[in-house]
């Protein structure tokens, strides 16, 4: 996995991984135990951030824009009404505290493979900004 920042990353202040039409940017992420990861929506489109429920390990929590419980209550909300959305230039953030791989896609994108995963490994190089 790429470790690493796009726009000025959070380490930075400002984001780690963009949405353009139909990606993630970059699309695999790798971060240390502790570290929120921030999406920007850097495109025109509304995208979501959502976990695929089976594919994060077994003990982490899962994670969805809009604060949904599961990947189906996600998929539900979009459908009825968008939501779990954010549009161009706002942000969603998730702290990853469970060692592993966690699988994600964007409800309205996925057709198109807008997918992305984030490594949690103690020897990654993107860590938690001290307090």
């Not at 695999?28 to 979501?48: E, I, L, M, Q």
């Not at 077994?58 to 009825?80: I, K, L, P, V």
């Not at 968008?82 to 964007?106: D, I, L, R």
């Amino acid at each position: 996995p790429v470790a690493g920042c796009i726009g000025s990353g959070s380490s930075g202040g400002e984001f780690d991984i963009g949405m353009s039409v139909s990606r993630f940017r970059p699309a695999d992420f790798a971060v240390a135990p502790g570290t929120t990861v921030v999406w920007r929506n850097t495109s025109k489109s509304t995208h979501t951030v959502t976990a695929y429920e089976s594919a994060i390990p077994e003990e982490a929590e899962f994670f969805a824009s809009g604060g949904f419980e599961s990947t189906e209550a996600a998929r539900q909300a979009w459908r009825e009404n968008a939501g779990g959305g954010f549009s161009g230039n706002e942000t969603y953030e998730h702290t990853f505290e469970v060692p592993g791989t966690y699988n994600y896609f964007c409800i309205p994108h996925e057709p198109n493979g807008m997918v992305g995963s984030i490594t949690v490994s103690e020897d990654a190089t993107r860590t938690p900004r001290p307090e």
